[in-house]
């Protein structure tokens, strides 16, 4: 029905255990307020159960009821936790509530939604168990929803609902973390995981890198295996510094002699590398680089330069041989 002065479209519902009433002539869209959509202790599911209540007002959204069972179907959850949703709203401001009494028995209630309020002058009251029947004047006011909630919210101070726990913060991660993280072979307890990880990072002469590449030779150890053998992240990088193991057996790697062919052209690398000048397999002197005769320079398993004896080394811009982190300390 339109209001008196023409300018609003007025809509009630009577649905079994309760009656809606609502303002639907600007548009059938619901907008959920941005203040309401953000706030920090209001869960995802009640901002959905606001969006839902609107909708219900303007006629976009069917909405069988709002009895805890009624709530718990429509946001697909248990009875408890549509009733937290509710409080949610509540203890925000985003829902308000008037209860009802007739002969120390609570009735009906009158739920408004944000920014209505029981105390606002064209607010529909509950007079016992009644149900207001339309807004009075020309207010240009969110509708207003009321309803029986099975009893579950009262005025009565012993009768308050505990205030509902607040939602746990977004845990932030490292890059360093979550490029570990996607590289471990079994992903379980991320937060645990990342604690674990960051006290290890923290200790001295720990890096990054290390670590990461710790990670890489576990998961090839454990390649294959069942989940229930491979140890969380939370130990790997705990106390017990299982980490450390696989490091070790990186290092080992990369002194493992190098054999066969590999060897004969580290030995050639070592003699033309110290004296300038090295022995072909016909046993004569050769002068030029070996790598002139199709020999490259042999690696370890880490993609370092090693020698004939397979200790890693590298070469700076002359050629000369250096340390194996030569480049990285520079």
Same mark, same amino acid.
Not at 18 to 27: E, K, Q
Not at 112 to 123: C, D, E, G, K, V
């Given at each position: 029905?339109?209001?008196?002065?023409?300018?609003?479209?007025?809509?009630?519902?009577?649905?079994?255990?309760?009656?809606?009433?609502?303002?639907?002539?600007?548009?059938?869209?619901?907008?959920?307020?941005?203040?309401?959509?953000?706030?920090?202790?209001?869960?995802?599911?009640?901002?959905?159960?606001?969006?839902?209540?609107?909708?219900?007002?303007?006629?976009?959204?069917?909405?069988?009821?709002?009895?805890?069972?009624?709530?718990?179907?429509?946001?697909?959850?248990?009875?408890?936790?549509?009733?937290?949703?509710?409080?949610?709203?509540?203890?925000?401001?985003?829902?308000?509530?008037?209860?009802?009494?007739?002969?120390?028995?609570?009735?009906?209630?009158?739920?408004?939604?944000?920014?209505?309020?029981?105390?606002?002058?064209?607010?529909?009251?509950?007079?016992?168990?009644?149900?207001?029947?339309?807004?009075?004047?020309?207010?240009?006011?969110?509708?207003?929803?009321?309803?029986?909630?099975?009893?579950?919210?009262?005025?009565?101070?012993?009768?308050?609902?505990?205030?509902?726990?607040?939602?746990?913060?977004?845990?932030?991660?490292?890059?360093?973390? /979550?490029?570990?993280?996607?590289?471990?072979?079994?992903?379980?307890? =991320? +937060?645990? %995981?990342?604690? @674990? *990880?960051?006290?290890?990072?923290?200790?001295?002469?720990?890096?990054?890198?290390?670590?990461?590449?710790?990670?890489?030779?576990?998961?090839?150890?454990?390649?294959?295996?069942?989940?229930?053998?491979?140890?969380?992240?939370?130990?790997?990088?705990?106390?017990?510094?299982?980490?450390?193991?696989?490091?070790?057996?990186?290092?080992? /790697?990369?002194?493992?002699?190098?054999?066969?062919?590999?060897?004969? =052209? +580290?030995? %050639?690398?070592? @003699? *033309?590398?110290?004296?300038?000048?090295?022995?072909?397999?016909?046993?004569?002197?050769?002068?030029?680089?070996?790598?002139?005769?199709?020999?490259?320079?042999?690696?370890?398993?880490?993609?370092?330069?090693?020698?004939?004896?397979?200790?890693?080394?590298?070469?700076?811009?002359?050629?000369?041989?250096?340390?194996?982190?030569?480049?990285?300390?520079?």
């Amino acid at each position: 029905m339109y209001a008196i002065d023409g300018k609003e479209i007025r809509a009630t519902i009577e649905f079994p255990d309760f009656t809606l009433i609502g303002d639907i002539s600007a548009t059938r869209e619901v907008g959920i307020p941005s203040w309401i959509l953000t706030h920090p202790d209001l869960s995802d599911r009640a901002v959905r159960l606001w969006g839902l209540l609107r909708g219900a007002l303007n006629g976009s959204v069917a909405v069988g009821g709002t009895s805890g069972a009624d709530l718990a179907e429509l946001l697909q959850c248990s009875e408890r936790t549509a009733r937290d949703s509710v409080y949610q709203l509540r203890d925000v401001g985003a829902l308000s509530v008037q209860a009802a009494f007739k002969d120390g028995r609570q009735g009906r209630n009158v739920y408004y939604l944000w920014p209505m309020n029981s105390s606002m002058a064209n607010a529909p009251k509950p007079e016992n168990f009644g149900v207001a029947a339309s807004c009075q004047g020309g207010s240009q006011l969110p509708p207003v929803l009321i309803n029986n909630l099975s009893n579950n919210l009262s005025t009565n101070d012993e009768e308050q609902p505990k205030p509902p726990k607040r939602r746990r913060k977004r845990i932030v991660y490292s890059e360093s973390f /979550e490029e570990v993280w996607a590289a471990y072979p079994n992903r379980v307890a =991320k +937060a645990d %995981a990342s604690k @674990a *990880y960051q006290l290890t990072l923290a200790e001295p002469n720990v890096n990054e890198q290390d670590l990461l590449a710790s990670v890489f030779k576990y998961a090839e150890s454990v390649e294959g295996k069942e989940k229930q053998f491979i140890l969380h992240a939370s130990t790997f990088f705990g106390p017990g510094e299982r980490w450390k193991d696989y490091l070790e057996l990186i290092e080992e /790697e990369k002194i493992k002699p190098p054999t066969g062919t590999e060897l004969i =052209k +580290a030995m %050639a690398y070592d @003699a *033309y590398d110290s004296d300038g000048v090295w022995i072909d397999d016909s046993g004569m002197e050769c002068f030029e680089s070996p790598l002139m005769r199709g020999l490259t320079r042999p690696v370890n398993s880490s993609g370092d330069l090693v020698d004939s004896l397979g200790n890693p080394y590298s070469l700076d811009a002359q050629g000369v041989r250096r340390r194996a982190d030569f480049w990285k300390a520079s």
